[in-house]
């Protein structure tokens, strides 16, 4: 039952939108007809101090889907670039999302999907329902494998048509990071040769995200190459953790990269179903540009976009080289070490790098469920009844071969597996599309319980929670049938 409350929630402090006019638009959010509440996350109220009576308010409602702005607030649509599939795409900005603040949590607050804005671009400005019940469980799903991610506190739902494909309705989501800063941005002010404004968003960056990079201003090293460092070791500690979990972004455009290293703007994202590392999960992305085994290099590709946009800041050539140069290391010692943890080995070992990348050459071959694999792993080391694992295998004595292997080296080198590790490591609840499709067919029907129940599994994915086994298991055959595209 709503009730009312007038107290201003949520206070604010000076945040992006203080950084002037060139870097976008005061942009009011457009209403939304009969909003209702579809869902909210209270962990993410929590961070911004907001009890579940406001959450449940009616303030709050019309507020998150954008009928009555919240006082103090004066919504804003930031101006950025990108490259979208390797081309240089030329002004995007915030087409359908704005700004509502930065809390005194230190939070910024966006609405996406509340209407056009001047970076719409002929588009409604609108995101549907589905998509947005994808991002929202993406958020929840990622923060509780503890992948960096920006978070969403509430979804909230309504009877407008917005078209797609076919008829869909209107949602609005409310995102939640520290910063919803873009590589994009940067390319923006490089490509107009806008450099006082790239300085300016270099320094709010450093300041606020980064100061340790001020510091490191001394000696023959400068703070912009600093920055485009510690970004770069950050993407690379992120992508490892996507590999590591068989997540799959989908569209990895440098708009879309977080100059944080959050996971961000979940459009047509998968996790790994059988192990393919050259799955395609974006019907949009034919020749694979953003293939599972890709994305590490786009990562890097994309961190030279970033490199070149701030080459005007870093003056030499070879020192924004000598930055990204970090990526490949950083990556692959972080990879790696992300994949021993899924082994139940903290230190490497002699070997550990062949035995993983067996490991994977196995998996592939069998098109073995990746979920299931390592859970099931985790679970037999743990009770040494090796069955239900080797059942997964077509070709079982390569896996036994494999396996008699690894335990050879780590007797050698007198390691063992930690099943406890493994079970903290590799999730019992993975946000596969066919758990998100269920909820949204749903939702479409007015029925949130599905959604609510993923929610709860996600946020703590590596607890049993008995009773719930429908929600772990392999896909039925058909998740097979289900394409995402960029159409959102
Ligand atoms: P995305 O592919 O969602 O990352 O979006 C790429 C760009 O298109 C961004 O500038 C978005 O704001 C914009 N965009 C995507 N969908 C819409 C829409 N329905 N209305 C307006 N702008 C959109
Ligand atoms: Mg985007």
Known sequence: MPVATSRAPITWRQGFTSLGAAFGSPQPAASLPDPCWIAHDRDVAALLGLDERWMNSDQALQALSGNAPLPESIPFASVYGGHQFGVWAGRLGDGRAVLLGETTQGQEIQLKGSGRTPYSRGADGRAVLRSSIREFLACTAMHGLGIPTTRALALIGSPLPVQREEPETAAVLTRVAPSFIRFGHFEWFASQGQTTELRQLADYVIERYYPECREADSANDNAYAGLLRAVSERTAHLIAQWQAAGFMHGVMNTDNMSILGLTLDYGPFQFMDGYDPRHICNHSDPLGRYAYDEQPAVAHWNLACLARALLPLIGETAQAQAAIAVYPQTFNRAYLEQMRRKLGLQDAWEGDEASIAALLALLASGHVDYPVFWRRLSRAIASDHMAPVRDLFVDRSAF??????????????????????????????????????????????????????LHEVLTHPYDEHPGQDAWAGLPPDWADTLTLSCSS
């Open 400 to 453: 036994d071969a494999w396996l008699l292997s690894l335990q050879k080296q780590l007797a050698q080198y007198g390691k063992a597996q930690n099943p406890d590790l493994m079970l903290k490591t590799n999730p019992r609840f993975v946000l596969r599309t066919h758990l998100a499709e269920h909820a949204i067919r749903d939702a479409k029907l007015q029925n949130f319980e599905t959604l609510q129940t």
